[in-house]
């Protein structure tokens, strides 16, 4: 009886240490978990604080007509051809003197004329383009205005700023002011920022080519990457035998798994442009590199899916007279395949934000036209990034935090993409 | 290699399984030499080493196996019944550290020899595991897998015959005749066990091995196991290894008792149980020792 007490008495008296650091343990994880969120939030209220005004884009509408004076050569093409080859830079000035005629000087002229945008006389064109019967009628056109006014509209500088600040003189600032009365000057959704490449006009500049540099590279990478990890994975997993010589490989991959990616950008510059001869900033290029880096990525989690699958279902299918070809294929890589796409994804993932290999194989070149296949020079969207974070002027800040929020929701679909595919495959259970 | 590849070459040594199958059986009937009296040997073993790298895990076992009776391994964990069960159908060549020396024969035929195809090897003898393991699909594709791999079926009717003959036969059918369509996974213990008894059948063996069929089980499941494997043994040889001597006296026509890798005492169920010749036998069967 006494040894029976002796022992509960002990056992009370440590109860309320494992207790309290129970309650300890439980409350640490609980912060760090609330640290993580703290982080995340703040880097999505700066960013999206930053970057939310880069969605607006502020036009100017302007009543624009057309003269028989502005026509360029018919040629072959007719009417259309001379309404294309228009001197729509001319017939933005005559427009701007008519709305503000106390413009007279040369130099109250351009300042004028720096209210729009240089891509200005590509949209009247292509409003004129499109317009039945162009000549002679006056068209509603909305104009992207310059970037120092948009700035001014969107509230980004304000308006009392000194005159060197905000880039607008006095002057400019009455005609905004006048342009507002109207109602003829407003903020706008930015249609241009998702369907334009880069350009040195921050107003002209978007995320598409970055966007579908990045699509292709991905695409490229997966190609390469997804058959031959899981090709490998599998190998290593079912049917390699167990020896030395395996065992070099299967750390040299967890070895592959921690290069830094700088030296993959290395090895795709010596490699794939140098010995290959393949295309300088191409996305076919970048994606190769990029497999390089999801490769072992693939393989290590394509390898630790395969393992957890039972192998008694295995071992059933092969007891049924399944060769072990068939057994892998039917049985075990199927009950594999969440496992080896959330895998795929992560090191996806990972690969879109990759930045430092594709600056070696020359991706950060500054390229206007949006990519239409894997061979035309093109950039991606983070390094797309790390050229805007670059450029001073004010107008690309918020482009800069917009691309990143572009990139980050790009990442946000691949990772919904991952939880679907792993929940359709594990419903085949 | 595709897989229709694969299969194709399946299909084609399983038809030429078939006819060679035919004049064993006729060319082997007649010189039997059984070391279990009893009807002829369907499968037999002479001098059978396992080693597991470096421990041995059978001694010099040789034993007949008659045809369409129910022979039962018994034996403490460990003694190696397991490892004879699976020499038979060689999944011990999945273990990359198992060595096997000396001789096992299917109808006089050499099954380690060089020549001998391992996937057609397994056609011809089914085997059950201790743990049912369906695969995760339907019960309908549990069953049609072996079929479907070897091309046995040559059209969607046939195939729907024999999944259905083979649910029949494992005493299945009248349970999941409307849901066929369900998944394996989601039947009992009992029924999964079953089904996988249906799915070897269904690649028509001529010898079932039974890894401990029942030990995952409850006793009514366990029975309606037993009483299948009775029925079962008109069509096929079976061989089971089971930890209950119950089982063993309420199945088996013959039992072989294995200790620490040795085959100690083989024969008749009624003879090992009621009069062991062995004092280690004795102990075994009479629960002193195990």
Redesign the interface.
């Given at each position: 009886m006494t040894e029976i007490s002796e022992t509960q008495s002990r056992v009370a008296a440590r109860l309320a240490r494992r207790h309290a650091g129970e309650k300890r343990f439980k409350l640490l994880s609980l912060g760090a978990v609330w640290v993580g969120l703290v982080f995340l939030g703040v880097l999505l209220f700066t960013v999206i604080g930053s970057g939310h005004t880069a969605f607006l884009q502020t036009k100017i509408l302007l009543n624009v007509t057309l003269e028989e004076t502005d026509l360029g050569e018919a040629g072959e093409g007719g009417q259309a051809q001379a309404i294309a080859g228009a001197n729509y830079n001319g017939v933005i000035k005559r427009t701007l003197r008519a709305v503000f005629p106390e413009a007279r000087s040369r130099s109250d002229k351009r300042a004028l004329y720096r209210l729009v945008s240089v891509g200005a006389a590509y949209e009247i064109r292509e409003a004129m383009m499109e317009h039945e019967n162009p000549v002679g009628t006056p068209v509603a056109v909305w104009v992207t205005a310059s970037d120092d006014v948009d700035l001014i509209i969107k509230g980004t500088v304000p308006r009392t700023a000194p005159a060197d600040q905000r880039h607008l003189s006095d002057q400019q600032m009455n005609w905004i002011e006048s342009l507002e009365k109207t109602e003829t000057v407003k903020a706008r959704f930015n249609t241009t920022f998702f369907t334009s490449g880069d350009s040195r006009e921050p107003e002209l500049a978007g995320v598409l080519g970055g966007a579908m540099g990045s699509l292709y590279a991905i695409l490229v990478c997966l190609a390469i990457s997804f058959p031959l990890g899981v090709m490998s994975a599998v190998y290593l997993e079912c049917f390699a035998p167990k020896n030395r010589l395996t065992e070099f490989i299967e750390v040299n991959i967890n070895n592959l798994a921690a290069v830094p990616s700088i030296v993959f950008g290395l090895l795709g510059l010596a490699i794939f442009l140098n010995a290959f001869m393949l295309p300088r900033s191409a996305p076919l290029v970048g994606g190769m590199v990029l497999s390089l880096l999801t490769l072992p990525t693939i393989i290590i989690a394509g390898r630790a899916a395969i393992k957890s699958v039972p192998p008694s279902v295995r071992e059933a299918a092969l007891a049924l007279g399944a060769s072990p070809v068939q057994a892998v294929f039917h049985h075990v890589l199927p009950l594999a395949m969440p496992g080896i796409l959330t895998g795929t994804i992560i090191g996806t993932a990972g690969a879109l934000g990759e930045t430092a290999p594709l600056l070696m194989i020359g991706m950060v070149a500054f390229i206007v036209d949006v990519p239409t296949s894997v061979v035309d020079p093109s950039t991606v969207l983070p390094v797309q990034i790390f050229l805007w974070s670059d450029i001073p002027e004010k107008a690309f800040v918020e482009r800069t935090s917009a691309a990143i929020l572009v990139l980050l929701s790009f990442v946000c679909l691949l990772n919904l993409f991952a939880v679907y595919l792993r929940k359709r495959f594990e419903t085949r259970w | 290699?595709t897989?229709d590849s694969?299969?194709h070459m399946?299909t084609e040594a399983t038809d030429l399984e078939h006819s060679a199958r035919i004049g064993a059986t006729m060319a082997g009937e007649p010189n039997q030499t059984g070391e279990i009296p009893g009807g002829p040997a369907k499968m037999a073993s002479r001098n059978l080493q396992v080693r597991y790298g470096d421990k041995q895990a059978l001694y010099d076992v040789s034993l007949d196996i008659p045809v369409n009776e129910v022979t039962a391994f018994i034996g403490p964990s460990g003694c190696g019944k397991s490892t004879y069960l699976r020499c038979l159908?060689r999944?011990n060549d999945?273990i990359?550290i198992c060595h096997v020396d000396g001789s096992v024969t299917l109808d006089g035929r050499e099954i380690y020899a060089k020549d001998q195809d391992v996937?057609?090897?397994?056609?011809r003898i089914?085997?059950v595991?201790q743990?049912p393991?369906?695969?995760?699909?339907s019960i309908f594709d549990n069953v049609a897998?072996?079929p479907r791999?070897?091309g046995i079926a040559r059209d969607r009717e046939e195939l729907n015959g024999i999944v259905l003959g083979s649910l029949e036969r494992a005493g299945l059918l009248d349970e999941v005749r409307d849901r066929l369509d369900a998944?394996g996974?989601g039947l009992s213990g009992g029924q999964q066990q079953r089904l996988?008894i249906a799915?070897?059948i269904a690649?028509r063996p001529e010898v079932i091995l039974m890894d401990e069929p029942c030990s995952a089980l409850d006793p009514i499941a366990t029975e309606r196991i037993e009483e299948l494997i009775m029925e079962l043994k008109a069509q096929y040889t079976i061989i089971m290894v089971t930890h209950s001597m119950q089982q063993a006296r309420r199945v088996s026509d013959k039992t072989a008792f294995f200790h620490l890798g040795h085959l100690v005492e083989h024969g008749a169920t009624s003879e090992v149980f009621e009069n062991p010749q062995d004092d280690r036998t004795k102990d075994y069967v009479t629960g002193r020792i195990g």
């Open positions: - | 290699m897989f694969v299969e399946v159908n999944m999945n990359d996937v057609q090897l397994r056609t089914g085997m595991f743990k393991n369906p695969f995760p699909k897998y072996g791999i070897h998944p996974i996988c799915r070897a690649v």
